[in-house]
């Protein structure tokens, strides 16, 4: 029990909360280096449903533990009773930052809900994003976010920055004064800037940014969800 709640502190350690979780670190490469599970054959009949890509492989991967036990590993034990954890892989900035393909980077400004963090991850991860990073205090590896993002922050690179550094990818902040989303191209490398839902972003990133793009919304409503505004943006792109 102590090292998963040390797992959960620990900034090289990821500690994935369900099958979901646990199915998708795996299949984009995870390094897992232990996994319990209450009812172990029910992971192998969830693989045949929803991952044949695993089935007949996870059962003999995890250690059978007593629910209750598995209750005590994590603040709110997954329905599908599977905790495990996995080495964080590390992330190349200057390598992300370079990719030449035509995707863009998600950069989170000073992010404040966990579970939103996670899900921009997942979007971004479905929308075959660069990479999501984020500055602020808030780590977007923190159990919460990795549950939120399904474990998807094993398929795209994941990381926390003091500040942004310079690069040749132009920088666009979504900000509602900008030019309406659809109307302006973008550049497929673009870094897209999101800030808060309250706040919006820094006076200093959007004198920063290259362009502002504004997401259109009916008359009255003031913001949308974190996750959702990542999620309209960027698949517009790939329409």
């Given at each position: 029990m102590?090292?998963?709640?040390?797992?959960?502190?620990?900034?090289?350690?990821a500690?994935l909360?369900g099958?979901?979780?646990?199915?998708?670190a795996?299949?984009f490469?995870a390094?897992?280096?232990?996994a319990?599970?209450?009812?172990?054959?029910?992971?192998?009949?969830?693989?045949?449903?929803?991952a044949?890509?695993?089935?007949?492989?996870?059962?003999e991967?995890?250690?059978?533990?007593e629910?209750?036990?598995l209750a005590?590993?994590?603040?709110h034990?997954?329905?599908?009773?599977?905790v495990a954890?996995a080495?964080r892989?590390p992330?190349?900035?200057a390598?992300?930052?370079a990719d030449?393909?035509p995707?863009?980077?998600?950069?989170?400004?000073?992010?404040r809900t966990?579970?939103?963090?996670?899900?921009?991850?997942?979007v971004?991860?479905?929308a075959?994003?660069?990479?999501v990073?984020?500055?602020g205090?808030n780590d977007?590896?923190?159990?919460?976010?990795?549950?939120?993002a399904?474990?998807?922050?094993f398929?795209?690179?994941?990381a926390q920055?003091?500040?942004l550094?310079?690069?040749?990818?132009?920088?666009v902040?979504?900000?509602?004064?900008?030019e309406?989303?659809?109307?302006?191209?973008i550049?497929?490398?673009?870094?897209?800037?999101?800030?808060?839902?309250?706040?919006?972003?820094?006076?200093?990133?959007?004198?920063?940014?290259?362009?502002?793009?504004?997401?259109?919304?009916?008359?009255?409503?003031?913001?949308?969800?974190?996750?959702?505004?990542?999620a309209?943006?960027l698949?517009?792109?790939?329409?």
């Amino acid at each position: 029990m102590q090292r998963y709640r040390a797992a959960r502190r620990d900034r090289e350690l990821a500690v994935l909360e369900g099958f979901h979780a646990l199915k998708h670190a795996l299949r984009f490469g995870a390094e897992v280096s232990e996994a319990v599970a209450s009812e172990p054959e029910d992971l192998d009949r969830l693989a045949t449903e929803l991952a044949p890509d695993l089935a007949g492989s996870l059962a003999e991967r995890v250690t059978r533990v007593e629910s209750e036990l598995l209750a005590q590993l994590v603040p709110h034990a997954p329905r599908t009773g599977v905790v495990a954890i996995a080495r964080r892989p590390p992330v190349d900035l200057a390598r992300t930052l370079a990719d030449n393909r035509p995707a863009p980077l998600v950069l989170l400004e000073d992010p404040r809900t966990m579970g939103n963090m996670g899900a921009c991850v997942r979007v971004a991860a479905a929308a075959d994003a660069a990479g999501v990073l984020s500055t602020g205090d808030n780590d977007p590896w923190h159990p919460e976010a990795l549950r939120g993002a399904a474990g998807l922050h094993f398929a795209l690179p994941v990381a926390q920055l003091e500040q942004l550094p310079e690069g040749d990818r132009p920088l666009v902040a979504i900000d509602p004064e900008g030019e309406e989303l659809g109307l302006a191209a973008i550049s497929p490398r673009a870094i897209l800037a999101f800030g808060t839902e309250r706040y919006g972003l820094s006076e200093e990133l959007l004198e920063r940014a290259d362009a502002r793009l504004a997401i259109p919304m009916r008359a009255g409503v003031s913001s949308l969800n974190l996750a959702t505004a990542v999620a309209a943006v960027l698949f517009s792109q790939r329409l």
